[in-house]
């Protein structure tokens, strides 16, 4: 399996956890809105992003974006154990690919 097709099948996996876990409180809803987003903008193709995203450098949004995913992770370990084991495999899988 390629690094993307890995890094699909956490996505789906961290999605899928969302939707049977327990209730999501406002603030961690939106805190994982933004972690969808961040992913979605720096898995695009480059000539697809927004005049904002491209304004920051690249690697600039990309370090915020894995900065963001870390402090879920540690945020989460304790109160949503595999919430933040499936975030943490995100950013590896993100990271294998490069990002």
């Known amino acids: 399996m390629s690094d993307q097709e890995q890094l699909k099948a956490t996505l789906r996996q961290?999605?899928?956890?969302l939707q049977g876990g327990e209730a999501i409180d406002p603030e961690l809803q939106t805190l994982l809105q933004q972690l969808s987003d961040d992913v979605a903008s720096l898995t695009?193709?480059?000539?697809?992003?927004?005049?904002?995203?491209?304004a920051i450098p690249l690697e600039e949004r990309r370090q915020s974006?894995?900065?963001?995913?870390?402090?879920l992770t540690s945020e989460f370990e304790e109160s949503h154990p595999q919430l933040a084991a499936a975030?943490?495999?995100?950013a590896a899988?993100?990271?294998?690919?490069?990002?």
């Open 44 to 54: 695009q193709p480059a000539d697809a992003a927004s005049p904002e995203q491209t």
């Open 14 to 17: 961290l999605h899928q956890q």
């Open 93 to 99: 899988a993100l990271s294998r690919i490069g990002i």
């Open 65 to 71: 974006a894995l900065d963001r995913l870390l402090g």
């Open 87 to 90: 975030i943490g495999n995100v």
